[in-house]
């Protein structure tokens, strides 16, 4: 088996990872623990269920460190087709790595306001409620400057892939549909609050075929290999 195609198969694995702890940390955790219009029901649940919120921190955690592994495999797998686009691609992913993963402390923040500890206590039990929420809140939106970013990578990346002849070509147009929907979403959250209500989660269901999609073809398929000439 080539080596091209055991790598590209490592990186479905670890892409397929990249959701699932995506899922656990958003889906799981943060939806189910956190009421965003009331921080005394968020505090409470999340008091409650503190390991849990513990581990949808680490699941992020975990989902940005396969993501490393991802975009390393995928330039490695798309640099021969065209190194610049390539480089591009890759910087964009990893602005999002390191923007998420900053962001990701905020999600943690929430913890510390609910902890009791000593020095808080300059602070009455609303205030601290308060800032749990905010500091959770701001987690959203640091996630969706992440996203912006992001989409432009899958925008590139989509671009590669439908113009090599190492993947089908639906995959890329499925790919460049969603890093738009991605980039149409992060700007609404920031330019148009009020509207984001009306198009999430729909504008984010694109993006998620063509992810899931990406990831299975690289785990079943991995890559086309054109044939050694002699």
Request: glycine share 6%.
């Amino acid at each position: 088996m080539d080596s091209k195609i055991k790598v590209a198969r490592i990186a479905g694995f670890l892409y397929l990872l990249i959701i699932g702890f995506g899922l656990i940390a958003q889906i799981f955790v943060r939806d189910n623990l956190v009421d965003y219009n009331n921080a005394s029901i968020t505090a409470k649940n999340i008091i409650t269920s503190e390991f849990w919120f513990r581990f949808g921190f680490v699941s992020e955690l975990l989902m940005l460190i396969c993501d490393i592994g991802v975009t390393t495999i995928l330039y490695l797998l798309l640099k021969d087709f065209s190194k610049t686009l390539s480089l591009l691609s890759t910087f964009f992913r990893l602005a999002s790595i390191i923007i998420l993963s900053v962001t990701a402390l905020s999600h943690y923040a929430a913890l510390s306001f609910l902890s009791g500890s000593q020095y808080l206590t300059v602070f009455n039990s609303g205030q601290l409620e308060a800032l749990a929420l905010l500091s959770i809140k701001l987690h959203g939106s640091g996630y969706n400057i992440s996203l912006l970013f992001f989409g432009f990578h899958l925008i590139i990346l989509g671009y590669l892939i439908y113009s090599s002849d190492s993947f089908p070509k639906f995959l890329g147009i499925l790919l460049l549909i969603g890093g738009l929907c991605y980039n149409i979403n992060s700007m609404t959250w920031f330019l148009f609050p009020s509207f984001v209500k009306t198009i999430y989660p729909a504008i984010l269901i694109p993006c998620s075929i063509g992810e899931l999609l990406f990831s299975i073809w690289l785990l079943i398929k991995g890559i086309r290999v054109s044939p050694i000439k002699t």
